[in-house]
Nanobody, 124 residues
Framework: QVQLVESGGGLVQAGGSLRLSCAAS????????VGWFRQAPGKERDIVAA????????YYAGSVKGRFTISRDNAKNTVYLQMNSLKPGDTAVYYC?????????????????WGQGTQVTVSS
């Protein structure tokens, strides 16, 4: 089993940047695929970005492609989400999720470990 803790959220003005971190404890994190999801009030939880076990494969939702970058440091058991050129529409609670597998996954049902979430608020 793995435990996930997100950090790095906060309040930022439009056009600004934030870097979210997802720190894992428990089993070796390098064996896990990881995804970042977000959920705005009244909306469904959607995929933002995903990364495979060694970082060789990544996926981005169309709305964040070119602005967000997912990466991982397996030596630190941490996955990052660098968010640049933030927009008010990026406001949401951001969650990281993990699955014990070497592939890359895009859907909520593919993941079985979740963090508690971190709030990102982008003001106009």
């Amino acid at each position: 089993q793995v435990q996930l803790v997100e950090s790095g959220g906060g309040l930022v003005q439009a056009g600004g940047s934030l870097r979210l971190s997802c720190a894992a404890s428990g089993r070796t994190f390098s064996s896990y695929a990881v995804g970042w999801f977000r959920q705005a009030p009244g909306k469904e939880r959607d995929i933002v970005a995903a990364i495979n076990w060694n970082g060789a494969a990544t996926y981005y939702a169309g709305s964040v492609k070119g602005r967000f970058t997912i990466s991982r440091d397996n030596a630190k058991n941490t996955v990052y989400l660098q968010m640049n050129s933030l927009k008010p529409g990026d406001t949401a609670v951001y969650y990281c999720a993990a699955r014990l597998n070497s592939g890359i996954y895009y859907q909520l049902r593919d993941y079985n470990y979740w963090g508690q979430g971190t709030q990102v608020t982008v003001s106009s």
